[in-house]
């Protein structure tokens, strides 16, 4: 065999094992189970059961309850953003601010054993107490739960018992605070924790830490470094400065010396790693503070910035910056997706980056090449007094925005003329304009700040999407819930206890009980990402009762404007299950997966809080889905599945009666 035909086939051959084994990779949740935060490493939220499909989903029931209300006070466990996983019939999950690890029975709910976190002053000043879950790990023979707690540590429990792990760290508890590279000066207690899972691969634990929120924080604060750690013993592997310290690279992006008290910049929201490859795929946020950079001038790296690392060895692979200077909030909490593709006949082992600000990045995550080009475009610039804007910002040229971007008088509601008339003379002294935008000052009987869209919230944000490897589909939740961005002098620091030049005010305004823009309020966008287009957008749920009641008010009958909130998604053989988020209604909703039908929903004690996950076991397939509490009573995980014959009564467990 010779000559072209020979290098066809060698040709052919290395494709085929370059996509057999990237296939490995990605591939949704495995054996029934969810080991994995969304299902797998790569984020994918997809599960290949199809016991519950289009043609038996209707047959869903309850099929038994946790409730959170004992692990807490009232305020503490209202709600819950744990997703459990489950390995060999055990779910892990994490319940009430305290982050108390919790083992049940993934058949019916019964807790197994309780492991409760005891921080004092660490809990009770902790920045961020709300939280998505925990990491499972394996080797074959050591099974072990890794939470990091509120108060800042790193905890390994064995997955049989909950009992800290005696090797690992100091009693199976490394204190996050003492790896920290902290040279800020500044008591990292109530500036620094966690919200989302640590990530594992590879045997190497990497924790993103989450930082005081920073609307209002002043111009210093912890850096947000990522720490990685040996998943046996604890100790510590390597870390990233995600800003950099004097002469690392991306020291030259911070002018002056802002670098040097500058703030944040961690990884707040859940992220994802190729165990192939060994890489990790970082979602940074934006640095200290969200909306006024004045203080920090020049782009920021590596803030905002999609950064891939050598998980072994902490080494920059490859970085994209997805916003430059950051001044409207536009962190990336989505997790990134890994999801394999065949683009224009090419395979690609791509990575896709959901973000606030309404795109999805496509990367090849090898080599952080776009997979469409990324173009740099002006942008409008600021004329607040000593803030700094970057002229450009980078703008995909596919696929298109999965919401609205930016405002114009075009978007204002337009149900009646009068509506219309009122909705313009509303929004007459704000700054309207395209994305990015900058923030403006407020002026009394001026200016009340700037509309932007999407909001502070973004479009998408830690909910993120899910994708289906087998069709190459991306599903993503969004709100179409715009900001005023104004800013007003700091006059009294000590009031308002920043020392920022300016702090952010700004309200949107309602008209006559309705929203500004027109719906839908939120939505549940289908990409093909194959071919970077759009497959189907609908509106995420039915019109809120208090739009219904308003537009009742006015004659008006409107169509369904979907709920204003990010769903939170889940994808399987044939179906999107999708909550409508914690700004939705208590339903839960099936979708055909391929064309956004409504095949089924129902009511749910509560709106969806935590992202839904499905499992197998003792023959049934489960979906379960956290929703949010009152007071009075506690949030609490839900879980579906099909009767084996007459249906079984619901059942409720909680930690109370252990």
Not at 363 to 385: A, I, S, Y
Not at 507 to 517: A, F, M, S
């Amino acid at each position: 065999m010779r000559g072209p035909r020979r290098r066809w086939l060698l040709e052919l051959l290395v494709v085929f094992v370059l996509t057999s084994f990237a296939a490995l990779a990605q591939n949704g949740s495995r054996n029934g189970e969810w080991r994995v935060y969304s299902a797998d490493e790569g984020s994918t939220g997809y599960s290949p059961l199809d016991q519950v499909n289009r043609d038996t989903v209707k047959n869903l029931q309850v099929a038994w309850t946790w409730k959170m209300d004992n692990f807490g006070s009232g305020p503490e466990v209202a709600t819950t953003e744990t997703t459990p996983l489950m390995v060999n019939g055990v779910l892990y999950f994490t319940a009430g601010q305290r982050r108390t690890v919790v083992a049940a029975s993934a058949a019916t709910g019964e807790t197994l054993w309780v492991w409760r976190p005891n921080e004092g002053a660490r809990f009770d000043r902790a920045p961020r107490k709300v939280h998505r879950g925990v990491a499972y790990w394996t080797d074959g023979r050591d099974e072990r739960i890794v939470v990091v707690t509120p108060g800042f540590q790193l905890v390994s429990l064995d997955a049989r018992t909950g009992i800290p792990v005696a090797g690992f760290g100091r009693n199976g508890v490394v204190d996050l605070f003492n790896e920290l590279d902290n040279d800020s000066g500044l008591d990292p207690i109530g500036r620094i924790g966690n919200s989302s899972p640590p990530v594992i691969s590879n045997d190497v634990i990497v924790v993103g830490p989450a930082l005081t929120p920073g609307g209002r924080v002043n111009i210093s604060n912890v850096k947000g470094d990522v720490m990685a750690f040996d998943v046996r013993t604890g100790r510590s592997l390597w870390k990233f400065h995600t800003i950099p310290r004097p002469g690392e690279p991306g020291s030259e992006t911070w002018l002056g010396d802002s670098a040097q008290y500058t703030g944040n910049a961690g990884v707040w929201g859940p992220f994802s790693a190729d165990p192939q490859l060994g890489y990790v795929y970082l979602n940074v946020e934006s640095a200290t503070n969200d909306v006024y950079g004045g203080h920090r001038p020049g782009n920021n790296l590596f803030s905002d910035s999609l950064i891939c690392l050598d998980i072994k060895t902490g080494k920059m692979i490859w970085y994209q910056q997805l916003v430059h200077h950051d001044i409207w909030d536009y962190d990336m909490p989505p997790h990134p997706i890994l999801i394999n593709l065949t683009v224009d006949g090419r395979p690609v082992r791509a990575v896709v980056q959901l973000t606030k600000q309404a795109f999805a990045y496509v990367f090849d995550r090898t080599n952080g090449t776009p997979v469409w080009p990324l173009v740099e475009k002006p942008v409008p610039q600021t004329d607040v007094p000593r803030e700094w804007t970057s002229p450009t910002q980078p703008f995909p040229s596919k696929p298109p925005a999965f919401d609205q971007q930016g405002v114009t008088t075009d978007d204002l509601i337009d149900f009646t003329p009068e509506l219309r008339a009122e909705a313009l003379k509303a929004v007459e002294q704000y700054r309207l304009g395209p994305i990015y935008t900058p923030p403006s000052l407020l002026v009394p009987n001026v200016n009340k700040g700037t509309l932007a869209a999407p909001g502070l919230g973004g479009g998408a944000n830690w909910p993120g999407g899910v994708a289906d490897p087998e069709t190459g589909f991306v599903y993503v939740g969004s709100t179409t819930t715009p900001a005023a961005i104004g800013l007003e002098k700091n006059e009294d620091h000590a009031k308002t206890r920043v020392d920022a030049d300016y702090v952010m005010g700004g309200t949107v305004p309602t008209i006559q009980g309705l929203r500004l823009l027109k719906p839908p309020y939120g939505r549940i966008t289908a990409y093909n990402m194959n071919k970077g287009e759009i497959a189907w957008q609908i509106p995420n749920g039915d019109t809120p009762p208090n739009i219904k009641q308003a537009a009742a008010k006015l004659g008006l009958n409107l169509k369904p404007t979907g709920s204003p909130s990010q769903a939170g998604l889940l994808v399987t053989k044939t179906l999107l299950f999708a909550g409508e988020g914690a700004g939705g209604q208590a339903v839960f909703h099936a979708y055909d997966k391929a064309t956004g039908e409504s095949i089924w929903q129902t009511a749910i004690p509560g709106p969806q809080t935590s992202l839904p996950m499905t499992y197998l076991v003792d023959g049934r397939q489960f979906v379960v889905v956290g929703v949010r509490g009152s007071i009075n009573s506690g949030a609490q995980l839900v879980a579906f599945a099909i009767p084996k014959e007459a249906p079984p009564p619901a059942r409720t467990t909680s930690g109370a009666a252990q």
